[in-house]
T-cell receptor, first 116, second 115 residues
């Protein structure tokens, strides 16, 4: 079974600075997907960024980028030029491509605080 | 498109009562999912469906039932509610077509309290 670990329950960053959220995962598959979702106080789950394991190039979406280290099973999220609207819970998630139950496996989340 | 919609937004149940959480999507997605999110935790998969008439268990299916009679709707049934089922419930969907995106789109959630 896959597991996803987020070792930082809470992170704090000054507005306009850069912050990196950590995620490690465990899987026996060679091909899979990794995601970062943002959950603001409204509870809505919002996709931030997506990475396919067979792609060596790290995904980027505007101020958000990932550092995907497949051998180390690490998938960190970097947020540049942090904004007040980035304050939220961030969840790392894994989805395999093989057999077994379809669906995402989530970490416990990191609470990101933006200091003005 | 409304995307994924869930009703109700909030509900309080007494122990032993039953209820159905509704989920609908208007994106013609084949795959639909139910997750629960307990306080301070990530989401856990309860049940999923790959198409009308086909459902399967996820990580935490006990105490729940699902059905999928149409592509659009995927209701979650709680029988004999227990305090351990107090949680926020999310429905999600994705296209599921060959070559299609694996990205799941989530509804706004239902907060359920069992007293």
């Amino acid at each position: 079974a896959q597991t996803v670990t987020q070792s930082q329950p809470e992170m704090s960053v000054q507005e306009a600075e850069t912050v990196t959220l950590s995620c490690t995962y465990d899987t026996s598959e060679s091909d899979y997907y990794l995601f970062w979702y943002k959950q603001p106080p409204s509870r809505q789950m919002i996709l931030v960024i997506r990475q396919e394991a067979y792609k060596q190039q790290n995904a980027t979406e505007n101020r958000f980028s990932v550092n995907f280290q497949k051998a180390a099973k690490s998938f960190s999220l970097k947020i540049s030029d942090s904004q007040l609207g980035d304050a939220a819970m961030y969840f790392c998630a894994h989805k395999g491509k093989g057999g077994g139950a379809d669906g995402l496996t989530f970490g416990k989340g990191t609470h990101l605080i933006i200091q003005p | 498109n409304a995307g994924v919609t869930q009703t109700p937004k909030f509900r309080i149940l007494k122990i032993g009562q039953s209820m159905t959480l509704q989920c609908a999507q208007d994106m013609n997605h084949n795959y639909m999912y139910w997750y629960r999110q307990d306080p301070g935790m990530g989401l856990k998969l309860i049940y999923y469906s790959v198409g009308a008439g086909i459902t399967d268990k996820g990580e935490v299916p006990n105490g729940y039932n699902v059905s999928r009679s149409t592509t659009e709707d995927f209701p979650l049934r709680l029988e004999l509610a227990a305090p351990s089922q107090t949680s926020v419930y999310f429905c999600a969907s994705r296209p599921g077509l060959a070559g299609g995106s694996d990205t799941q789109y989530f509804g706004p959630g239902t907060r359920l309290t069992v007293l």
